[in-house]
């Protein structure tokens, strides 16, 4: 009694189980043994980046050996036949270097076949790329806002008369405080300053383009707000400090007024 041959799985079951290892399209299918260190069999391989593929010796008869050299491992293929080795050989080259080879032994209608697949795969590519693109475009951004442009530790979200009123109550946390303009576009710089007796002032700071201008008888530019509270301290000479909120056991404290005597050189605008 003659043995019989195992049942065939249906085209729809592969495809099916197919789908389940990856969503590229089917340019090429046959068999093809893959090996690489430690394993016999690979449910999937990426060779995007391959950089040759070179054949071996085989002393087999009727069967083709190839080796794919990828960045991090060199990889082993083996055909059922010398000619399916070659349409192996054909379309692997063929997807990976976005070219049809020359050097490869196909029929005329197989060659038809790699150009076919050859434009198939140029336009997915390009389709991809679009995609991630319109991904990429899609992030929302605004949660992100905070960690790509932070603030100066004395930014506060308050008006103008609150700005003051902070200064004048909590002294000893410092006398500088970076708000909100009022057309919310712009920011604004509100001081307290100790000179004969405590003055409020307020000064204009236009955001231009992705600099920032403090609005003084000579404007000055600067890169980021750090780099503006940094002036206003260097220009005062540590007279102005940035109002920062502390829980330590020091808060509340009338600090040192002494020495600050001097003066921002340049008269501030409305802010």
């Not at 040759?52 to 083709?64: G, I, M, R, V, Y």
């Not at 050996?65 to 293929?77: D, R």
């Not at 700071?205 to 002036?231: A, C, R």
């Amino acid at each position: 009694m003659m043995a019989t041959k195992p049942p065939k799985p249906a085209p729809r079951r592969i495809f099916q189980e197919r789908l389940k290892i990856t969503a590229l399209p089917l340019y090429f299918e046959g068999f093809l043994l893959v090996k690489r260190s430690g394993y016999r069999y690979i449910d999937k391989l990426d060779i995007t980046d391959l950089t040759c593929l070179t054949e071996q010796n085989s002393t087999e008869k009727n069967c083709a050996k190839f080796t794919l050299v990828l960045p991090k491992e060199e990889v082993q293929l083996k055909t059922e036949n010398t000619e399916s080795g070659e349409e192996w050989r054909g379309f692997i080259l063929t997807v990976t270097e976005l070219s049809v080879p020359q050097n490869v032994s196909l029929l005329p209608g197989q060659v038809i076949k790699l150009h076919e697949v050859l434009d198939r795969e140029k336009k997915r590519r390009i389709e991809t790329e679009q995609c991630t693109s319109v991904e990429k475009e899609k992030e929302p951004t605004e949660d992100y806002v905070d960690v790509l442009n932070p603030m100066p530790a004395c930014f506060y979200t308050v008006s103008r008369k609150e700005a003051t009123e902070m200064l004048q109550k909590n002294p000893s946390l410092g006398n500088m405080i970076l708000r909100p303009g009022s057309d919310s576009r712009n920011y604004s710089i509100t001081i307290r300053q100790e000179i004969d007796m405590p003055r409020i002032k307020h000064y204009k700071v236009m955001s231009v383009g992705q600099n920032y201008t403090i609005e003084l008888e000579k404007p000055v530019t600067l890169p980021n707000l750090f780099s503006v509270i940094d002036y206003f301290v260097k220009e005062t000479r540590g007279n102005l400090r940035p109002f920062i909120c502390s829980t330590d056991e020091n808060t509340g404290q009338e600090p040192n007024m002494e020495g600050r005597s001097e003066k921002l050189k340049k008269n501030p605008h409305n802010a």
